[in-house]
T-cell receptor, first 116, second 110 residues
Framework: GAVVSQHPSRVICKSGTSVKIECRSL??????MFWYRQFPKQSLMLMAT?????????EQGVEKDKFLINHASLTLSTLTVTSAHPEDSSFYIC????????????FGAGTRLSVL | QKEVEQDPGPLSVPEGAIVSLNCTYS??????FMWYRQYSRKGPELLMY????GNKEDGRFTAQVDKSSKYISLFIRDSQPSDSATYLC??????????FGKGTRLSVIA
């Protein structure tokens, strides 16, 4: 299967700071990338969908100014959590899809964010 | 009614048992169906995918889709402690994002 690399795997930051999470498709070109948030023992909650070179489409209730998404190339998307607060602490997971892989979404290993 | 329904469990079985995991869905437009496995604090890993009704087998795993009943299943034969994880069903159509079930937590006891 295709490989999606997500970095960092764990980040601890102070309240008010910004955190950037990177998601890379290593062996395929990702025309579409997705960002999810997951609380303990809960399912995946889609935050936004981004297509390369276009603005991200955010799900209802997700603040686009809070969660900045950039998908500048076919292999890289970033999620920046701006002015993070303790309630932003969660597990963030990216996913990538390309036409060459059918409609299969491949996932990164996730980033555990803790805001103190 | 939610688009995808999946019993969250937890499901606990002895090693060697056959495990049956299921999801039902309401959207008849769904065209493709997937099962992911997620270990604790890791991203989901694709196990099986199928685009049609019927069975698909891969090693100890069999995915079954019944579009007429809007019902999909994942069977795990000869279950192992390493199969202990959360199993997520997912489905979609066209270019829309996958719709996930809530996941079923499985524990295989040695």
């Amino acid at each position: 299967g295709a490989v999606v690399s997500q970095h960092p795997s764990r980040v601890i930051c102070k309240s008010g700071t910004s955190v950037k999470i990177e998601c890379r498709s290593l062996d395929f070109q990702a025309t579409t990338m997705f960002w999810y948030r997951q609380f303990p023992k809960q399912s995946l909650m889609l935050m936004a969908t981004s297509n390369e070179g276009s603005k991200a489409t955010y799900e209802q209730g997700v603040e686009k100014d809070k969660f900045l998404i950039n998908h500048a190339s076919l292999t890289l998307s970033t999620l920046t959590v701006t002015s993070a607060h303790p309630e932003d602490s969660s597990f963030y997971i990216c996913s990538a899809r390309s036409a060459s892989q059918g409609n299969i979404q491949y996932f990164g290993a996730g980033t555990r964010l803790s805001v103190l | 009614q939610k688009e995808v329904e999946q019993d969250p469990g937890p499901l606990s079985v002895p090693e060697g048992a056959i495990v049956s995991l299921n999801c039902t869905y309401s959207n008849s437009a769904f065209q493709y169906f997937m099962w992911y496995r997620q270990y604790s604090r890791k991203g989901p890993e694709l196990l099986m995918y199928t685009y049609s009704s019927g069975n698909k087998e891969d090693g100890r795993f069999t995915a079954q889709v019944d579009k007429s009943s809007k019902y999909i299943s994942l069977f795990i034969r000869d279950s192992q402690p390493s199969d202990s994880a959360t199993y997520l069903c997912a489905m979609g159509s066209g270019n829309t994002p996958l719709v996930f079930g809530k996941g079923t937590r499985l524990s295989v006891i040695a």
